[in-house]
């Protein structure tokens, strides 16, 4: 009974998260009010459940890793005067819903309906978007990203991060549907999705959607290869012209402002080469970045081992950022307090800054060991299921996306990734 409960809980409270539009209610209230739900819902199953019941928490060496993370985060607190004890809520929250994502990923039929739920989420949202594009927004922006589509979110990056890792689940949903009526909802499912990520104009999201659709073709290779699925060339095909259509139909269109006028997606796409190439320094965003990162080595060269202190990072960054000013090694001219940045945008780069490099070590081992456990039940044959493939590409998304941005911090975007990490973690949802 606890268990179906935590269940409905989390994905009616995935659908409140999404929905809260920022002139409509606090996304980052509702989040902390569906933490709270879980969290007493949890500690209940634990007190109810009997010692010779089903094991409810994760095997010991997934225990074990955990608790390494959790150490070295808060081992970075007491020796640091910049930390933020009062943000050791939100260093929680991954933990539980791991625990919970691996507790529920085999015991009940509702948690499995937990992938369905990040598409239909993404099929609403990228429906709203494409209002906002066409300006028949029934709703005041509510953000300062007025030229920008942001759908319900209050940012274009947050909305493209949240649509590109739905994307892998839509087409693995796509695949494995049996009748056309389903496939064929699906397919338009992937094209709401796919038109909804080009719009947004998030070029970190593009790159990490397209490593999650790789993840989820190679998994469908695999099963394609041992008889699993089958590939039906009609449908293929029009998948792709669909896909193709709706690129050609935006190519031209613009998705943003930009210094010289309306930038087109065609345009955004062809920038992305900035990031490496010679035109980084005249790309605003990217070379905002570099100079976040150059300020966030400045802080990790100061404290390797330990980090600054969890949630440390926007006040460290400002003293940091002034240091460097002074010291005439980062510019004065053109940058404000406007800038000065809550997060590295880099996730891999603000957990060595805050918490040191035992904690950066932690979470990479995490996500070695689940991945790899993972990926290798896929290759080997060990299960048959398409969706474990989404599931992976999902991850795979947001860890590629927290190269260049910060997903993990985000309340729905965050919550999505620990429960779908715990997910990938269980032996009985990979099977």
Not at 278 to 288: E, L, S, Y
Not at 325 to 334: D, I, N
Not at 356 to 372: E, K, M, N, S
Request: hydrophobic share 55%.
């Amino acid at each position: 009974m606890l268990q179906k409960l935590l269940g409905w809980v989390l994905l009616v409270g995935l659908w409140g998260i999404l929905l809260a539009h920022p002139v409509l209610y606090s996304r980052k209230l509702a989040y902390i009010f569906v933490c709270l739900i879980v969290f007493v819902v949890w500690v209940a199953v634990l007190v109810r459940t009997p010692k010779a019941g089903r094991c409810i928490l994760p095997p010991a060496k997934l225990v074990g890793i955990l608790a390494f993370l959790g150490i070295s985060s808060i081992l970075s607190m007491p020796f640091s005067p910049h930390a933020a004890w009062a943000n050791l809520f939100s260093w929680g929250m991954p933990f539980l819903f791991f625990g919970v994502g691996w507790w529920l990923a085999a015991g009940t039929s509702i948690i499995r309906s937990l992938p369905g739920v990040v598409v239909w989420g993404a099929g609403a949202a990228s429906t709203y978007a494409m209002f906002q594009y066409a300006q028949a927004d029934f709703l005041p922006s509510g953000t300062l990203y007025r030229d920008r589509v942001v759908s319900v979110f209050e940012n274009p990056n947050y909305f493209a991060n949240y649509v590109a890792a739905a994307l892998p689940l839509a087409l693995a949903a796509f695949f494995r549907s049996g009748d056309w009526r389903s496939r064929l909802g699906w397919c338009l499912s992937v094209g709401l999705i796919y038109a909804g990520l080009l719009i947004a104009g998030s070029r970190g999201a593009w790159w990490a959607a397209l490593s999650g659709a790789l993840v989820l073709l190679a998994g469908l290779t695999i099963q394609l290869y041992r008889g699993v699925v089958l590939l039906r060339p009609a449908w293929m095909a029009a998948l792709l012209v669909m896909l193709g259509g709706i690129t050609v139909f935006f190519a031209e269109r613009p998705v943003l402002q930009g210094p010289a006028g309306p930038v087109s997606v065609g345009e955004r796409m062809r920038s992305s080469q900035n990031i490496v190439g010679a035109g980084a320094a005249g790309d605003a965003t990217i070379n905002h970045r570099y100079r976040i990162w150059q300020v966030g080595w400045e802080m990790i060269r100061e404290r390797p081992l330990l980090g600054q202190g969890y949630g440390s990072f926007p006040h460290r960054f400002v003293e940091v950022r002034q240091v460097l000013q002074a010291e005439e090694k980062f510019p004065r001219e053109g940058w404000s307090s406007y800038f000065d940045a809550r997060y590295a945008h880099n996730e891999y780069l603000h957990i060595w800054a805050e918490g040191g490099l035992f904690a950066l070590l932690g979470f990479l081992g995490l996500i070695v060991l689940v991945l790899a456990g993972a990926a290798k039940a896929g290759f080997l044959g060990q299960t048959e299921r398409l969706d474990l493939w989404g599931a992976l590409g999902l991850v795979v998304v947001m860890l590629v996306h927290s190269l260049v941005s910060y997903p993990l911090h985000l309340p729905l975007n965050g919550m999505v990734f620990w429960l779908m990490l715990g997910h990938l973690a269980n032996r009985d949802y990979i099977t």
